[in-house]
């Protein structure tokens, strides 16, 4: 592969391909091999056209490329476009034998609208950094990914389409640990969940929006809910208590011969 040759209007590019391949696995739309255009039915953005004739002049891009002589651009086209709609930027680093040069930056156009949707970066070494991506099309950003080591730490998701995030994942050694989500929508979380081995563990939930927990998963309060009852069923019975214990299974059955 002629990865770092300024390749312009190249059909082939194998990391286009991974990238288009995980768009239409996230999305759930059927993308095929690149033959059945207009298989990818998703949402146009605000002045993005799905007819390639009519692609804007500026297709929004969030690769920091433009002004920079230094940067090497590359556009390539990737399975099912008829125009170029991914973009690489590469930067050289480096001086004498240890010059080398690296994709720094690669945006692609992935519903093929003629706007950028999904932008990822690089460090010096190739690994990834930092994504971004306008994953339901409406031409605003709605998840930023970090990455440390270039494995995935953090993902966070704007699902009201107010621009800010309101889950926020949190990955160690790429394994999901931590999702904090805001129900409300005033942008802090209320519901904490832990997970252990990629499998939820607990779940904490803050009531009365005052940022803390008071209230953990359902398991956990059930299993205090039966501890309350079990010691009050061993305190010396009182009249309020009858009610109480109804839904026991001991408590009809000692309650009637005893009293009548
Ligand atoms: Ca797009
Ligand atoms: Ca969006
Ligand atoms: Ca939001």
Known sequence: MSRLSPTFFSVQARGALVLIAGACVSLGV?????SNEGAVKTATAPGGSKDPSR???DDRSMCDWRNKPELEVAETVGPGALKPNIRRVYKTFGEGEVRHKTLVCREVDTNLDGIKDVVRTFNEKGEALHEEADRDYDGKIDVWLKFVDGRIAQEDVDTNKDGKP????????GQLQRIRRDRNGDGKPDVWEIYSKGRLERVGMDENGDGHV????RDEQLKYEAEAADRKAREPAAEADA???????NASSDAGPSKH
């Open 166 to 173: 309101d889950i926020w994942k949190f990955y160690v050694n």
């Open 243 to 249: 009610g109480a214990s109804a839904s026991a299974s």
């Open 214 to 217: 008071d209230r953990w998963d």
């Open 55 to 57: 692609w804007p002049a």
């Open 30 to 34: 059927a993308c095929g091999g690149g």
